[in-house]
């Protein structure tokens, strides 16, 4: 049973980074790829970047080309995501989504949401 | 990036009524790798349609999903009470993919 949980709940101050963990359990990890996709308070979902597991390759949205890196740690089952020059505006609830083997690899498991708050 | 629209915004129903959701695409999705998700109130997105018209996993058959191209739909046939909830559709036609804006379909 495919099972991703992702880190705590997150307060950072204006200009910091951000740094969400998903670790990922229940299957062979390096056979799918992770997306990382965002929710604002009262907001639609937005799609950030995708990491290759296998290879490591990344995509990112052009709006956090530069801001935003994934990684993997194939030994521990872990993916990465790391924000920086966070502002007041990337507060939200930020996923990690496990692809499938299924007709444009759709997000068919995902981890359960970190929270979180950028403020003065 | 390839930019999708969804209407309406919110779809206002009965239990029992057919719900039809609209996505439209700013440029031709390859393969039609549009997919289709339900979120409701404080959870992740669930996986409802992938590949435009296959049913993931678990999804009931009131659910269903066509088109191609730039223009696809989510189709209920009829609404059950668990099913008010907000909708997104995502398309992977592209290495950069993306969502719709949501439509929600809430209770008349």
């Known amino acids: 049973q495919v099972h991703v949980v992702q880190s705590g709940a997150e307060v950072k101050k204006p200009g910091a980074s951000l740094k969400v963990s998903c670790n990922a359990s229940?299957?062979?990890?390096?056979?799918?790829?992770f997306s990382w996709v965002r929710q604002a308070p009262g907001q639609g979902l937005e799609w950030m970047g995708w990491?290759?597991?296998?290879?490591?390759?990344?995509n990112y949205a052009r709006k956090f080309q530069g801001r935003v890196t994934l990684t993997r740690d194939t030994s521990t089952g872990t993916v990465n995501m790391e924000l920086r020059s966070l502002r007041s505006d990337d507060t939200a609830v930020y996923y990690c989504?496990?692809?499938?083997?299924?007709?444009?690899?759709?997000?068919?498991?995902w981890g359960q949401g970190t929270p979180v708050t950028v403020s003065s | 990036e390839i930019e999708l629209t969804q209407s309406p915004g919110t779809l206002s129903l009965s239990p029992g009524e057919r719900a039809t959701l609209s996505c439209r695409a700013s440029?031709?999705?390859?393969?039609?790798?549009l997919a289709w998700y339900q979120q409701t109130p404080g959870q992740a997105p669930r996986l409802l349609i992938y590949?435009?018209?296959n049913r993931a996993t678990g999804i009931p058959d009131r659910f269903s999903g066509s088109g191609s191209g730039t223009d696809f739909t989510l189709t209920i046939s009829r609404l059950e009470p668990e099913d008010f909830a907000v909708y997104y559709c995502?398309?992977?036609?592209?290495?950069?993919?993306?969502f719709g804006q949501g439509t929600k379909v809430e209770i008349k």
């Open positions: 229940g299957y062979t990890f390096t056979d799918y790829g």
């Open positions: 995502q398309q992977a036609g592209s290495l950069l993919k993306t």
């Open positions: 590949g435009a018209s």
């Open positions: 989504a496990r692809e499938s083997p299924l007709a444009g690899y759709p997000f068919e498991y």
């Open positions: 440029q031709s999705v390859d393969n039609n790798y």
């Open positions: 990491i290759s597991i296998f290879y490591g390759d990344t």
